[in-house]
């Protein structure tokens, strides 16, 4: 640790203001040893006698731990304090003991030192974190590059000691907030909540472990404050402070921070960090104009003062009068709208380190700017060219240096929000445009196409990073995508959500999939009944049958009439629409489809292939629904030998088909032969698609099923209450599967002679499947019959 950070580490754990923090460092620094109070004074902008007066208060602070400071006269108590601090420096004998490590993951800052013009609103920051629940920074007139980030940032980190509970920093623009939470808590406390849990619960079990103490939440660069941070807030408790960065402004319902450009003086002594000081003194009326050209914008000032380092040689005469003529070619774009004078000031100053990059450098950055504005994953070491790799580690070193790029860790970087504007800008004038946007496009749909239509967990951990990117190619530059690319970014988005479970993030993407797609394709195309059937079995799922059938039934039409009935395409047309009618009852019309799907595979794929497996499987389905048992055993057990066969024991289509010979088993009283199966079954989808998957709570209620038939309630019981929490969560309350819990459990609850909570969940049970499955689905007279029994036993 540095002399400078030692110090600032001191100022922190004594608790001194920002004022006397600033003091206290500036009259300790080695090179100050020497100098008098009213020079050092002079170089704090302040009065001597206001830094007597601030290291009085110093003093007395630190007397607290060292007494003998108490008794000592001022001349002597400089000395005296430098003395001490030098030994604990050292590691002497008088040092303090270790400080208890306190968690957090705050981003990298500036040295405190150079942190300046500020010190007001740190001050104000902290007082209002005191006393209020939540602080916005907003920018005056909805500037960027006024320092939000930072000013929070310092604030962190002057200020760790008072949060013992930990610092907690969470992107707003990176991937789900409560995501990241829940990540923190896990790496820090290690703490973690159930994977069946709901999001919101899994959150509140964190915040009610939480690390003792009072914890600062900050959530840096939101865009919307009720989608943000909203969900993800802690309870209502004092120990929890909340800062938000935001460019946009609330309403008063929020105590807010206005944070504008720095004042003059402050802008000087800004730059004066940064470039040599006998620089500026031969030019001091040019630097205080330099300062109001850039608008006093504490990032224009930054990147003009390390360019300004790295020219020794170049008079600020000849900087200002460049940067003139630049502003000058922007003219007509910075009249556009006068709140935002200053950015393009901002873009100019960009500019003159983008002149400092060569050409390579210049192109990597413009890629980079078409990520979204999250983390980016850059791996350098999977360029297979050795000189293409040395050019790209060359132009990442160069954008790094002069700090267009923001390294976040091993292969993972970051671009500020202007940055990026400013490299999409020089991008755009290139004639090369195109061609970079085009390729650009091209990568992320080969990332999108890895994401399968059931993604396990690893998948999920590996690709999440890649999200906000794709989904970027899709909201912003699906106009480059090839018309055979068009559809995969979107059904990869699709498809991660789904897999897990979330259909509502799923749904967007899956229809503007359709769309998008009929808008570039024409509605005779082969994507279009893809689009359609990906879109028909999101709907199946979440139980909207009435709105699946058409689109299956469009996908089909269209199939048959671009590809033939003789294509693979169609039997997965074919198939689809018969599993819709298995699941709306309609059987009769759902057998002829299967056989026939289960015919074509067999024909055009031969007998060895996993989609002859699924028409086997799917086909054995109907026959035990309409209790063919016989000829519903022999399928099972033909499609898990396939499966086995094609994919191995460990995939979730293995567990499907367990499952599914299972439930024969039980439909046909062989219990002891069903509950291995069940148990193999659970314990293959949690450790492949995690606890929080509609799969797994379907296994629970199959498991739980069982236990009731062997009269084991007592292990039913809680199995059913698990399925059911998940499967109202995963798939919400109206869901036919949520009615087949219900109906389980009320079942559980008539044969332990718990009437009085069975009645209800009958009801409900009824309820939801004639409201989706309608009265004469073979469920709903299922239901309604379990009920009637119900009845007369419970009520004669």
Same mark, same amino acid.
């Given at each position: 640790m540095q002399w400078a950070e030692f110090l600032a580490t001191e100022a922190v754990t004594h608790g001194l203001s920002p004022e006397q923090t600033a003091a206290f460092v500036e009259r300790l620094k080695t090179v100050n040893s020497g100098k008098s109070e009213a020079k050092v004074a002079s170089e704090l902008n302040i009065g001597a006698a206001a830094l007597k007066k601030r290291m009085t208060e110093?003093?007395?602070?630190?007397?607290?731990?060292?007494p003998e400071l108490a008794n000592s006269e001022s001349r002597g108590k400089l000395e005296k304090l430098r003395a001490c601090l030098t030994v604990k420096y050292n590691g002497g004998q008088d040092a303090h003991p270790t400080i208890k490590e306190i968690h957090q993951n705050i981003p990298p800052a500036v040295p405190f030192e150079k942190f300046v013009g500020r010190e007001a609103e740190l001050e104000k920051l902290h007082q209002q974190l005191q006393t209020s629940r939540q602080v916005a920074i907003v920018a005056v007139a909805g500037m960027g590059g006024v320092g939000k980030t930072e000013l929070a940032t310092q604030y962190a980190k002057q200020h760790l000691q008072n949060y013992q509970g930990g610092v907690c920093w969470l992107s707003a623009q990176g991937i789900d907030v409560?995501?990241?939470?829940?990540?923190?808590?896990?790496?820090?406390?290690?703490l973690i909540a159930p994977d069946d849990w709901e999001l919101a619960d899994r959150l509140r079990y964190c915040w009610q472990n939480w690390e003792k103490g009072e914890v600062l939440l900050v959530f840096d660069d939101l865009t919307d404050y009720k989608k943000q941070v909203q969900p993800y807030l802690p309870p209502e408790s004092p120990r929890f402070k909340v800062l938000l960065t935001t460019r946009q402004e609330f309403d008063r319902t929020l105590p807010q921070l206005p944070l504008g450009v720095l004042k003059p003086l402050a802008a000087m002594k800004l730059l004066k960090s940064l470039v040599d000081r006998e620089r500026l003194k031969s030019e001091p009326w040019v630097a205080r104009k330099i300062c109001k050209f850039l608008g006093y914008l504490p990032l224009a000032l930054e990147l003009v003062g390390r360019y300004l380092d790295t020219m020794p040689d170049l008079s600020l005469e000849t900087l200002l009068k460049r940067i003139e003529k630049k502003r000058l070619e922007h003219k007509a774009v910075a009249k556009?709208?006068? !709140?935002?004078?200053?950015?393009? @000031? &901002?873009?100019?100053?960009?500019?003159?380190?983008?002149?400092? !990059?060569?050409?390579?450098?210049? @192109? &990597?950055?413009?890629?980079?700017s078409l990520f979204a504005l999250a983390d980016i994953p850059l791996s350098v070491e999977a360029i297979e060219d050795d000189e293409e790799q040395e050019l790209w580690e060359k132009a990442i070193a160069q954008l790094r240096k002069l700090h267009l790029i923001q390294w976040q860790s091993k292969g993972i970087y970051r671009l500020h929000p202007l940055i990026r504007q400013f490299f999409q800008m020089k991008l755009d004038k290139s004639t090369e445009a195109d061609e970079v946007k085009t390729a650009?496009?091209?990568?992320?749909?080969?990332?999108?196409?890895?994401?399968?239509?059931?993604?396990?967990?690893?998948d999920i951990f590996n690709l999440t990073s890649a999200i906000p990117h794709i989904a970027e190619v899709a909201t912003h530059l699906s106009q480059y995508l090839s018309d055979e690319d068009?559809?995969?970014?979107?059904?990869?988005?699709?498809?991660?959500y789904q897999g897990q479970g979330l259909y509502q993030q799923a749904k967007p993407w899956l229809r503007q999939c359709v769309k998008i797609a009929e808008n570039r394709l024409g509605l005779e195309h082969p994507d279009i009944a893809t689009s359609l059937n990906n879109l028909a079995a999101l709907y199946k799922y979440t139980g909207r049958y009435s709105e699946a059938e058409p689109l299956y039934q469009q996908a089909l039409?269209?199939?048959?009439?671009?590809?033939?009935?003789?294509?693979?395409?169609?039997?997965?047309?074919?198939?689809?629409l018969a599993e819709l009618y298995r699941y709306t009852g309609r059987y009769s019309e759902a057998e002829p489809l299967y056989q026939q799907a289960l015919k074509l595979r067999q024909r055009l794929l031969g007998d060895n292939h996993p989609d002859v497996a699924n028409s086997l499987s799917n086909l054995a389905l109907l026959y035990d629904f309409t209790k063919r048992y016989s000829e519903a055993e022999l399928l099972f057990q033909q499609a898990l030998e396939l499966k086995k066969h094609l994919l191995g024991d460990n995939h979730p289509d293995i567990a499907i088909n367990l499952n599914n010979l299972a439930a024969l088993y039980k439909s046909t009283g062989r219990y002891s032969e069903a509950e291995p199966l069940f148990?193999?079954?659970l314990e293959l989808r949690q450790r492949l698609l995690g606890d929080n998957h509609p799969d797994v709570a379907s296994s629970l209620n199959n498991l739980a099923s069982l236990y009731c038939s062997t009269r084991h309630f007592n292990e039913g019981e809680p199995l059913f209450m698990q399925a059911l929490e998940l499967q109202k969560r995963l798939l919400g309350d109206n869901h036919p599967d949520v009615a087949t819990t219900l109906n389980n459990l009320a079942g559980l609850y008539c044969s332990t002679g718990r009437f009085n909570e069975g009645e209800p969940l009958f009801q409900q049970a009824l309820a939801i499947c004639e409201r989706t499955l309608g009265v004469g689905h073979p469920d709903t007279i299922m239901v309604r019959g379990n009920y009637a029994?119900?009845?007369r036993e419970a009520y004669r």
């Open positions: 110093v003093y007395d602070k630190f007397a607290q731990s060292y409560g995501i990241q939470i829940l990540r923190f808590a896990e790496l820090k406390f290690k556009a709208n006068p !709140l935002m004078r200053y950015e393009y @000031g &901002v873009a100019e100053a960009f500019a003159l380190s983008w002149e400092q !990059l060569d050409e390579k450098a210049q @192109g &990597v950055g413009c890629w980079l650009f496009a091209a990568h992320m749909v080969k990332v999108a196409k890895q994401i399968p239509q059931q993604p396990n967990c690893e068009l559809i995969w970014p979107f059904t990869g988005l699709g498809w991660f039409e269209l199939t048959k009439r671009l590809l033939g009935n003789n294509h693979p395409i169609f039997a997965t047309s074919l198939n689809n148990e193999q079954a029994r119900f009845l």
